[in-house]
């Protein structure tokens, strides 16, 4: 369907040509004394303007309209209307890069227009986008001087004011307390708009994370040390906690009036917004029982006698956030909550008291009104191996099921017998045959004959569970466009949006033919029969957690949307390809089943097989000459690399032999998504990219990651380092075409890098809530007491000082900064020079020869 929907796009814009065209001709032939032209002109200008919106920001789209628009505006005698169709390119242009164009659509504005804000701001964020950022910052400052131009477009001018306040900010042209002012003038008039709440809260966010950096540089310095100042440096460093602790409500209260507002930044002040307020909660939470311990009472009888004027400051804030919560999670709709409930499941044993229970009502209003999607999450938190989790967990359902309707209530009963006997599944193992080998396949009515009436509905009436996949479970938040009907100025109601299908399937039945992998695991594919006659594959996977492949899939659904608005990727249609992750428990788990994929691997080896290069001994051969060349890495490399030369182009050339655009579209295909994945990959430090952890779609040709358990640099501490920052072996290069990775697959990765460096903090304040996620394991686990969160506390102490870590790894690479991959740390590059000194590193036959070696960096 995309595919045809882009092979007609063209015919599609004309049509919308000639459709304006017949409008403009009645709107001519209309003409009389009675109607001016300016005021014909602007009508059709309000008409138009909805319409434009729904095309494709492309200049060979949008520029043909605009063309016939001006021509239109000056036969009307509407030279202010045909004056903003070239304000309209001249944004486009800015948009899709083409700086030269956009100054010169905006002289022609220029020469029509008499001076305005909106001129002004465009001029603006033209030098802005060319790199003149203080020349930028000066031009919106006189046009907000200019009282006339102000007064006669107050809504631009007020716009102009958001805007001027963002850049003093970024280019620190301004002191905090006149950035506040103008932020301050700005809520005046934008109150009521998600964009306003949502910067106001980033900048006071920053200024939060710059007073907590220099609290934490004072400490490290010995700010709390004895002697001479030694006190006055301790009552400088309880102002500074206080003043940063004076940040929270503002920052919660804005980015929760935000989403009142609009979700256009949800994916990042919705994750933030929680972040801050578990994070305080649990900070007081802690200091409420240490002061408890220590004056040999409850937490809850903490005095302020027993605690400092800085942790009685941190219980205030505490409170007086999870009440602004407590307002705020009554007035959003509730689908806001639903991006954020693998954070809100995560702390469903929260220290903090009120805290621990605002999210467990939330959790219950989840569950009972999107109870298909929700439970698959809830299910499993209630077989947690965590007895407090397992049970805060189980309330929270049998609460849902008591105050459902009736005719629902069957399914909490279904969803909770089917995780039992899928865990079954997945833990399973069949015997061994006479040969002494694991079957390939066998009977789920033989095996798991309860599962099988399960799911006929022999046990429990029929089955109501929904399908778990990936369409199914993601919400679908309202766009820009749809308002409130009875407040426009906010989103919708639940009742005016739904955030799922209304007719996702249910599970009709399973084929009774499973089949068992052959990896060390042994997972189970196991294919459910959908009620809408649909076949869906997923893998039953055992010993394994697969939270943090949950947590991956939910930041990669957000790259998607990034990658989406930057014109450059736009173009190129560059993306990840995503699946639906279902953890069980702690160690088992579905995972949906991308179809007509193949193991890189499997399909090198097959080209070995034919040209005769692979057989039996080969991989005991290979050991050997790794045996004897393995402390000279480079002469290692050259050996192997000379007994398997590249083969994988001939893939290509065999699936689309006979149809050379599809080949090329394949090998096109291949190199965007080989080159977004091995950007993303490294940012965030995904290692163990052997060749079974790459698919390949046979289809497509796309490149499909799996197995996102070595995240955070962890390749880095496995017996044998990992040292390359991505997979590029030669193989891979001799999928990307004659040029190698000079050429598509450069390219892609600098738009790509680029997009994750201009976008930084919204990735951080994603990644923050990864990396703080107290089932995500960071060390191995250590005995001793537990928190709440099930971990000891040396194991606490290790993981937030590991995560801190893998944090500012993140950052510095966001910076432009080369570590992490046995390179020396670099100074910041730019875009392009940070990914040339990747691909090194990443082909560099010193390093590959020093990588483990069934990571097999030959192949």
């Not at 043909?64 to 239109?72: C, E, N």
């Not at 917004?273 to 802690?286: E, N, P, R, S, Y």
């Not at 095996?447 to 990936?470: C, D, H, R, T, Y």
Request: aromatic share 6%; with cysteine; proline share 5%.
């Amino acid at each position: 369907m995309e595919g045809s929907y882009r092979r007609a796009h063209p015919a599609i814009v004309q049509l919308h040509l000639i459709r304006e065209a017949e409008e403009a001709m009645r709107a001519v032939s209309s003409l009389s004394e009675k109607t001016p032209g300016r005021a014909r002109g602007m009508d059709l200008l309000r008409d138009w303007e909805a319409r434009l919106d729904l095309t494709p920001a492309a200049l060979a789209t949008r520029e043909p309209i605009l063309a016939l628009r001006r021509a239109t505006y000056a036969a009307l005698d509407a030279r202010d209307a045909g004056a903003y169709t070239w304000l309209a390119q001249a944004k486009l242009c800015r948009h899709t890069g083409h700086h030269g164009a956009a100054q010169l659509a905006l002289l022609e504005a220029r020469a029509a227009l008499d001076p305005g804000m909106a001129l002004a701001v465009e001029q603006a964020k033209l030098l802005w986008a060319t790199g003149r950022q203080h020349r930028a910052v000066v031009e919106i400052q006189e046009a907000l001087d200019d009282v006339s131009l102000r007064e006669t477009d107050t809504k631009t001018a007020s716009h102009a004011m958001l805007r001027l306040a963002r850049w003093s900010a970024a280019t620190g042209q301004r002191q905090k307390t006149d950035v506040l002012h103008i932020y301050s003038n700005v809520l005046k008039d934008q109150q009521h708009t998600e964009k306003a709440n949502f910067h106001v809260a980033k900048y006071l966010d920053d200024l939060l994370k710059d007073a907590q950096k220099r609290e934490q540089q004072r400490a490290a310095m010995g700010g709390g040390a004895d002697g001479e100042g030694g006190g006055q440096r301790r009552r400088k460093n309880q102002e500074a906690d206080e003043k940063s602790l004076d940040y929270v409500d503002d920052i919660i209260t804005r980015y929760a009036t935000s989403l009142r507002y609009g979700h256009s930044h949800v994916y990042e002040s919705l994750p933030r917004m929680l972040t801050l307020w578990f994070d305080v909660g649990a900070a007081a939470a802690a200091h409420e029982a240490t002061a408890a311990r220590s004056s040999g009472r409850g937490a809850a009888a903490a005095t302020t006698s027993t605690l400092t004027a800085e942790q009685q400051k941190e219980r205030r804030v505490a409170k007086k956030a999870t009440d602004v919560l407590k307002q705020f999670s009554g007035s959003l709709p509730l689908y806001t909550w639903l991006p954020a409930l693998p954070q809100l499941t995560s702390r469903l044993c929260h220290p903090h008291a009120e805290v621990r229970q605002l999210i467990h009502q939330i959790l219950y209003r989840l569950v009972k009104n999107f109870p298909n999607q929700v439970l698959w999450s809830m299910t499993a938190m209630a077989r947690s191996t965590h007895p407090e989790r397992a049970e805060a967990a189980a309330r929270i359902l049998q609460k849902a099921k008591q105050d459902a309707d009736a005719s629902m209530r069957p399914l909490f009963d279904q969803s909770s017998e089917l995780a039992a006997q899928l865990i079954k599944l997945c833990k399973y193992e069949p015997p061994k045959g006479a040969d002494r080998r694991a079957p390939k396949t066998f009977s789920l009515r033989a095996e798991f004959p309860k599962l099988a009436s399960l799911v006929e509905g022999e046990e429990l009436g029929a089955m109501m569970v929904m399908v778990p996949g990936q369409s199914s479970l993601t919400p679908s938040l309202p766009p820009a466009t749809l308002r409130n009907a009875a407040q426009p100025n906010l989103v919708p109601t639940v009742s005016e949006w739904s955030a799922f299908p209304s007719d996702v399937a249910v599970i009709a039945s399973i084929e009774d033919e499973v089949a068992v992998l052959s990896s060390l695991q042994k997972p189970k594919k196991l294919t459910v029969i959908g009620s809408d006659g649909h076949e869906y594959a997923f893998l039953c996977k055992p010993k394994d957690d697969l939270r943090k492949d949950l947590r991956m899939m939910e930041f990669t659904t957000m790259l998607n949307r990034l990658l989406a608005r930057d014109p450059s990727s736009r173009k190129r249609r560059l993306y990840l390809r995503t699946f639906a992750v279902i953890p069980l428990t702690e160690d088992c788990g579905l995972i949906e089943w991308v179809p007509n994929t193949t193991g890189l691997r499997h399909v090198l080896q097959a080209l070995y097989v034919q040209d005769g290069l692979y057989h039996k001994r080969t991989l005991v051969e290979v050991k050997e000459m790794h045996e004897r060349l393995k402390s000279r890495p480079l002469t290692w490399m050259s050996e192997i690399l000379e007994k398997f030369p590249p083969v994988f182009h001939r893939w290509f050339l065999n699936r689309w032999k006979d149809r050379p655009a599809a080949w090329h579209g394949a090998r096109t295909a291949f190199s965007h998504t080989a080159a977004v994945w091995s950007m993303v990959g490294h940012v965030v430090g995904l290692g163990d990219r052997h060749g079974e952890n790459i698919l390949l779609d046979q289809e497509s040709g796309d490149c499909v990651h799996v197995d996102f358990s070595c995240l955070f640099d962890k390749g880095l501490e496995l017996e044998t380092p990992e040292m390359v920052p991505f997979r590029l072996t030669q193989n891979i290069v001799d999928g990307l075409g004659a040029g190698g990775y000079e050429g598509t697959f450069m390219r892609v990765c600098e738009i790509t890098l680029g997009v994750l460096r201009s976008h930084r903090e919204a990735l951080m304040s994603v990644l923050e809530t990864f990396v703080h996620d107290p089932l995500v394991e960071w060390a191995a686990s250590r005995a001793g007491p537990k928190t709440s969160s099930g971990k000891s506390k040396a194991d606490e102490g290790v993981e937030i000082e590991r995560g801190k870590d893998a944090l500012e790894k993140i950052r510095s690479r966001l910076e432009g900064v080369v570590v992490g991959v046995g390179a020396a740390p670099s100074l910041p590059l730019s875009t392009q020079g940070q990914t040339r000194r990747l691909i090194e590193e990443a082909t560099s036959r010193k390093h590959l020869g020093s990588m483990y070696i069934w990571w097999m960096p030959w192949f």
